[in-house]
Every structure is written in C-alpha cells, then in structure tokens.
C-alpha cells in the first residue's frame, strides 16, 4: 500500500478505515464554530441551571415553589432542543428528540406538575449545562489561542475536541434508552384508557336511567294505580296487571341487552366463536366468522377483541352500504390477530365520525395495533393486533 492512499486495507475482510479529510475543510470549520459558540452556551446554560435550582429549590416551601420549578424544567428542555439542534449542525450528531409530556392529555393540574417535576429530561439537560462550564471555556480558549498561535494542528485539536462534545451531547441530551420513551407513550396511553372507562360508565348511567329505570318506575305507578282499583274495578286492575306484566318483559329484555353490552355472558361461557357469531348474526348484512384458536386468550384481550368487532360491525350497518362482510380471528406467536372485511363503499377514516380514531386508541392503550384499508370504492379491510396472554382460569 502505497503512502498516499486515503484509506487502510484490512486483510481480514472488515470495512475499510474511513478515509482521511484535509486539514482544513467545511467540517473542521463547523467543528471549529461549534467550539467557539461553546462560551457564550455555557454560560448561558450554566446561569440558567444555577437560577433554577437555587430560586426554585428555596421557594418549594412556598406555594409557587413547585409550579416554578416545573416550568423551569420545561425551560431546560428547550435548552436541551436548542443544543441537539446546535450539534446536528456543526457536528453531525444525530440524537433522537424526546418524548414530548403528556401533558395535556388526562389528569388535572397536580398530575401535570407532577409529571413536569419528575422529567428526566429535563433534569438531564440540567446537568448538562452545569457540569459543561469549565469545559466550554476550555475549549473556547484552546480553540481561540490555536488559531494565532498552533495553526497546523487545530484541526486535529478541533476534531478531538468535538468528539468530546460529541459524547456528552448523545450520554445526556438523547433519549436514555427506549424504556423512557415506552414509559411516556404508557403515562400518555393511561389518559386515553381512563377517559374510554368514564365514557363507558356515563353511557351504562345513561342507558339505566332513560331505559330500565323509567320503564321501572312506570311499573310502580301502574302497579300502584292497580292497588286502587283492584276493589273498585277488577277488570280495569287485571288490564292494569297485564301492562306491568309487559312492562316487566320490556325492562328485562333492556337490562339483558345492557349486560350483554358490558360484557356478554356467550363470551364468558364459549369464547370468541360462539360471541362474535351472535354479533355477526345481528349485522344488517350477511357475515362469514372464522375463528382459528387452539385456546382462549386472557379474558380482558378476549374482551377488548370481542368489542372491536362488535363495533366494526357496527359501523359495517351503518356505513358500508356493503352486500357481504367477514371476520377472521386467529393467532400469530404473541399476537391476537383480528380483521374484518366488507365489500361496501369503502372511503372510512380514522379522522371521520365512525368511531375508528377511537378504536385506534383503545388499541393502542394496550399495546395493540389498528390498520385500516378503505380507498373510495371499496373493499374497507381493518386489521387490529392485540397482544397474546394465555388465560388463567
């Protein structure tokens, strides 16, 4: 090999060593920038971290102390976004952002503050500016005194250098590790969880009140009025009977109709087959069901699974205008796997008023997947994964 190659040959067939660049190019000039800025950052950083700290630690005795200090930690974040976006620049350091804050979704002020206050990023982002004071003057001297006074090795000084910044940047401004962002995505996934259980509970309340509850109290009236007359007029309190005795049908079949909503005692007993086949028969179309299981899943997936169903089944009355739909259900590994298909007008969005942002979410709040298929003009095809858990009877 000859001196003047740009690269190393390996004999044992691993990549080549990256090639050498000149002294002074566009990188070591940005390398170069990087390193001058570093001051004026690090000051900046340093005097904010300090303030934040001292001011907001002080007054956590107080009643603004704590929203202080969580503003403050959603300032550092800022920071942090600022200087990832200062090394993606100049360096070419490419670092994942972090997961926003759920902030604004569920809970009330105190989860807020809370959720604000317990950030590792910011804290992280914290550390970084106070820890990086000594060196950002450091290297703005170094780099400041190099290009009067060490010309010819700058570069490489500026190149060692940046790789120390380089390494702080990914240890303390990326993302720590995917646990932190599957725990943001959790903490974000419980404010959709909770909002689906109270408005689930608002409608069983409702479907009480306006269905079984009055028809009950009907019957009492009627029942009452009967009383009366059973003396006075025995024919008119035998007719009186014979409507409460309907009534009583009415009410019965409505409270079945609303358990059966809740959680349908055929799902219970025969598993999914059974259930989604007595679904299927309630659509306004003609339904083919296929389940493929060698077991039943836990009984909460089998639950979630049944209602997705339940629902796409639903909007395939509604919506569809389709002549003919199916429903396959069957496993893969660790996944529950559902879709549905109906040979409708297809066009269905997750963004429209038909339900499937919704079903999404609740998906998604379990770690499960919704993928929806539906040009103009049909076929509509939605595929949903839920996880597999093995049921413990």
């Given at each position: 090999m000859t001196a003047s190659s740009s690269a190393v040959d390996r004999t044992d067939g691993t990549d080549r060593l990256p090639p050498?660049?000149?002294a002074y190019d566009a990188h070591t000039w940005k390398e170069i920038a990087y390193l001058l800025l570093n001051l004026p950052m690090t000051v900046f950083g340093f005097v904010y971290a300090i303030t934040t700290l001292s001011v907001g630690g002080a007054l956590t005795?107080?009643?603004?102390?704590?929203?202080?200090?969580?503003?403050?930690?959603?300032?550092?974040?800022?920071?942090?976004?600022?200087?990832?976006?200062?090394?993606?620049?100049?360096?070419?350091?490419?670092?994942?952002?972090?997961?926003?804050?759920?902030?604004?979704?569920?809970?009330?002020?105190?989860?807020?503050?809370?959720?604000?206050?317990?950030d590792p990023v910011g804290w992280r982002t914290l550390l970084y500016d106070l820890i990086r004071l000594p060196w950002g003057i450091l290297t703005f001297a170094t780099v400041l005194t190099?290009?009067?006074?060490?010309?010819?090795?700058?570069?490489?000084?500026?190149?060692?250098?940046?790789?120390?910044?380089?390494?702080?940047?990914?240890?303390?401004?990326?993302?720590?590790?995917?646990?932190?962002?599957?725990?943001?995505?959790?903490?974000?996934?419980?404010?959709?969880?909770?909002?689906?259980?109270?408005?689930?509970?608002?409608r069983i309340e409702r479907d009480l009140h306006d269905g079984a509850q009055a028809r009950l109290v009907?019957?009492?009236?009627?029942?009452?009025?009967?009383?009366?007359?059973?003396?006075?007029?025995?024919?008119a309190a035998a007719a009186m009977v014979d409507e409460a005795h309907g009534e009583v049908k009415l009410a019965l079949q409505e409270l079945r109709d609303l358990a059966r909503g809740i959680?349908?005692?055929?799902?219970?007993?025969r598993g999914l087959d059974a259930a989604l086949s007595s679904v299927a028969a309630r659509c306004t179309v003609p339904v083919k069901v296929t389940v493929d299981l060698a077991a039943r899943p836990a009984a909460a997936i089998e639950g979630i699974a049944y209602f997705t169903v339940s629902e796409l089944l639903q909007n395939v009355s509604k919506h569809s205008r389709a002549r003919s739909a199916s429903v396959d259900v069957w496993r893969a590994e660790n996944r529950l796997m559902l879709q549905v298909h109906d040979d409708g007008q297809g066009g269905a969005r997750l963004e429209g008023g038909s339900g499937m942002r919704g079903l999404a979410e609740r998906l998604g709040a379990v770690d499960g997947l919704f993928v929806l298929d539906s040009p103009a003009g049909g076929p509509t095809v939605v595929t949903a994964e839920l996880p597999w858990r093995d049921r413990t009877e």
């Amino acid at each position: 090999m000859t001196a003047s190659s740009s690269a190393v040959d390996r004999t044992d067939g691993t990549d080549r060593l990256p090639p050498l660049r000149p002294a002074y190019d566009a990188h070591t000039w940005k390398e170069i920038a990087y390193l001058l800025l570093n001051l004026p950052m690090t000051v900046f950083g340093f005097v904010y971290a300090i303030t934040t700290l001292s001011v907001g630690g002080a007054l956590t005795i107080t009643v603004i102390g704590l929203p202080l200090l969580a503003l403050s930690l959603l300032g550092s974040r800022q920071l942090g976004k600022l200087e990832r976006a200062r090394a993606r620049g100049l360096l070419g350091v490419r670092v994942e952002e972090p997961t926003p804050l759920p902030l604004a979704k569920g809970g009330g002020l105190l989860q807020r503050l809370w959720m604000a206050l317990k950030d590792p990023v910011g804290w992280r982002t914290l550390l970084y500016d106070l820890i990086r004071l000594p060196w950002g003057i450091l290297t703005f001297a170094t780099v400041l005194t190099s290009l009067f006074v060490l010309w010819p090795v700058l570069p490489y000084l500026a190149r060692g250098l940046a790789n120390v910044d380089r390494a702080m940047v990914r240890a303390l401004l990326s993302p720590s590790d995917e646990l932190e962002r599957r725990i943001a995505e959790l903490e974000s996934d419980r404010g959709v969880v909770v909002d689906t259980a109270a408005a689930d509970l608002r409608r069983i309340e409702r479907d009480l009140h306006d269905g079984a509850q009055a028809r009950l109290v009907n019957l009492a009236m009627g029942l009452g009025l009967a009383k009366e007359k059973l003396l006075e007029d025995p024919d008119a309190a035998a007719a009186m009977v014979d409507e409460a005795h309907g009534e009583v049908k009415l009410a019965l079949q409505e409270l079945r109709d609303l358990a059966r909503g809740i959680h349908p005692a055929v799902l219970t007993d025969r598993g999914l087959d059974a259930a989604l086949s007595s679904v299927a028969a309630r659509c306004t179309v003609p339904v083919k069901v296929t389940v493929d299981l060698a077991a039943r899943p836990a009984a909460a997936i089998e639950g979630i699974a049944y209602f997705t169903v339940s629902e796409l089944l639903q909007n395939v009355s509604k919506h569809s205008r389709a002549r003919s739909a199916s429903v396959d259900v069957w496993r893969a590994e660790n996944r529950l796997m559902l879709q549905v298909h109906d040979d409708g007008q297809g066009g269905a969005r997750l963004e429209g008023g038909s339900g499937m942002r919704g079903l999404a979410e609740r998906l998604g709040a379990v770690d499960g997947l919704f993928v929806l298929d539906s040009p103009a003009g049909g076929p509509t095809v939605v595929t949903a994964e839920l996880p597999w858990r093995d049921r413990t009877e």
